[in-house]
């Protein structure tokens, strides 16, 4: 009897804990859902009183919650965390700093072992700025093809709002049809006025996330046209075709200034080019340039005759359009 008792109670508990298991499974799931979606609208806005509102955020931490606090109220910090969004990359503030410091000290020590210790600043110093350099150019290339998938964009806009969507439901259809980074920003703009926010404070959110004037325009045009009325669809089809010529002069433009951007290509390697061949047929007279002040004084010259003539070609190959 206590055998058959003991056995029921064993099977009556694993039957009641896997029932619990299989009903709260799909809440812990809905849960997890949830926060992810909280935490990719958790952005701030400013409303039109100044006051700063919030859908829901949770900041990540990083390694160091007190440095990311800290750096977080400063303009350095604001700015750190705006490139750090810009950029797509899955890191902090406090991250980018921890990594930033290692590897300057780092180089620091490196240098300090194979070489004069006031090589060790400068070392130290580039190698530090490594993981902004990073971000800068994840930014750039990511904003770069955000530029080049927006018409499409804003055509599939137009086609759902001629099919009789709504504007919001055409933001959530351009957020699924299209990839990363258009999809994702798209998708945070649809789900911030989802949540509640205003839908002019989402747009100029994303025309912050993304410094384009394109989407300055975009932004813009919605709103009015939401104020004063107009037919939205033709509004952004206009839109679309004015970015896709814009890309056809730069393409132009780059094509007629290739020569210029390669002289000056031709023109900054030529002389470490020169001098590495010059180093291997007379070494003794390119040692001089390393040993003797004057031949010091003369390479920084050079170095920086080099750097105001390379931003000086680009300045005059630039067109703005």
Known sequence: MLLAIGVFL?????????????SSIPGNLAQRRLAKRLREVGS???????????VVRADEQGPLPGVGKLIGKTGAGIGLSRLIEQSGVKATSSGILVVSGALGLLGMLGV???????AAAPAGLLLGALPILYLMNRRGARIKKFEEQFPEALDLLARALRAGHAFQT???????????????EFKKTFDQ??????????????????????????????????????????????LAHVV??????????????????????????????????????????????????????????????????????????????
């Open 10 to 22: 064993i099977v009556t508990g694993i039957s009641m804990g896997v029932g619990w298991a299989l």
């Open 44 to 54: 701030m806005s400013i409303t039109t009183a100044g006051e700063p509102t919030s």
């Open 112 to 118: 300090l072992m194979f070489a004069p210790s006031v």
């Open 170 to 184: 055409s933001l959530g259809m351009v957020a699924d049809e299209l990839a990363e980074p258009v999809g994702p």
């Open 193 to 238: 006025q989802n949540f509640g926010l205003p839908l002019k404070e989402c747009l100029f959110e994303m025309a912050d996330r993304v410094p384009l004037l394109d989407v300055r325009f975009f932004a813009t045009a919605v709103t009015i046209q939401r104020e004063t009325g107009g037919n939205l669809a033709e509004i952004l089809n206009n």
């Open 244 to 321: 896709r010529e814009r890309f056809k002069i730069l393409r132009q433009v780059r094509v007629h200034t290739a020569h210029g951007r390669f002289t000056g290509y031709v023109l900054l390697a030529l002389p470490p080019v020169l001098g590495v061949v010059l180093a291997y047929l007379s070494p003794d007279h390119m040692n001089t340039l390393f040993t003797e002040q004057m031949g010091k004084t003369m390479l920084m010259g050079a170095g920086v005759m080099q750097t105001v003539g390379y931003f000086w070609i680009r300045q005059v190959i630039k067109i703005e359009v």
